[in-house]
Each structure stands twice: as structure tokens, then as C-alpha cells.
């Protein structure tokens, strides 16, 4: 598949993700987190003489920074008894649950940006 549609492809679906932050406890840092990423897949595809390494190092190593702070939510869901909640209703009852789900969806932005360094426009 050409680069630029798998470019495309991870600007909507992190345009998407950022939409959906809209409920979240605290909106506008996941719309800004999943927007830069869609802003970075763009980017490398209308601006393809640019160097975006530094860029997108720099946001890597913020989201791997963040993640971190998530890991005791991580470890406790590993930990619980009842692995289903995280996936199950939207409303986290439990502690680790939005630490967890948030630790996810850096994991998933920190893959977009490793794909999105390591990628060559056609």
C-alpha cells in the first residue's frame, strides 16, 4: 500500500480518536495528544521535504514519559481479578481502569509515531 494512503489513514482514524475525547475527564490534553499525531501523518505527506525526526522524537519521548506514569495502573489491572472492566462499560469504577485505558492509548500514539519516523513518502 502507498505510504501516503497509510499516512491518510493514520491522520483520520487519530482525527476520530481525538473527537472521541470529547466526554473524557480531562478532553482537550487526548485531543491534543491524538491531534499532534494526525498533525504529524499529515504533515509528512504535504511537507515531505521537511525533516519531522527531531519533531517526532521529541513527542515519542513526551508520551513514553506520560506512559510511565500510567504504569501502576498497569499493574494493577494485571494484578485484578476481573480483566473484562476494562473493556466493559465506559464509566471506570475502578482506579486502574482509566490509568490502564490512558497507558493504551499512549502506547498506540507512541506505535503511530515510531511508523510514522521510520516512513518514506513515495
Known amino acids: 500500500m502507498n505510504s501516503k494512503v497509510i499516512h491518510y489513514i493514520l491522520a483520520g482514524l487519530f482525527i476520530v480518536f481525538a473527537a472521541l475525547q470529547y466526554n473524557d475527564k480531562d478532553p482537550w490534553l487526548w485531543i491534543l495528544i491524538y491531534g499532534a499525531v494526525a498533525i504529524v501523518a499529515l504533515f509528512k505527506v504535504h511537507f515531505a521535504q521537511i525533516n519531522f525526526g527531531p519533531l517526532i ?49 499512549l502506547l498506540i500514539a507512541i506505535i503511530a509515531l515510531n511508523y510514522l519516523k521510520r516512513s518514506k513518502i513515495n
Not at 489491572?77 to 497507558?103: C, H, Q, Y
Open 57 to 105: 522524537l521529541t513527542l515519542t519521548l513526551i508520551l513514553l514519559f506520560y506512559a510511565f506514569t500510567f504504569v501502576p495502573s498497569v499493574i494493577d489491572f494485571f494484578g485484578s481479578s476481573n480483566k473484562t472492566d476494562l473493556v466493559g462499560k465506559m464509566k471506570a469504577e475502578d482506579p486502574w481502569i482509566e490509568g490502564t485505558r490512558e497507558f493504551g492509548g
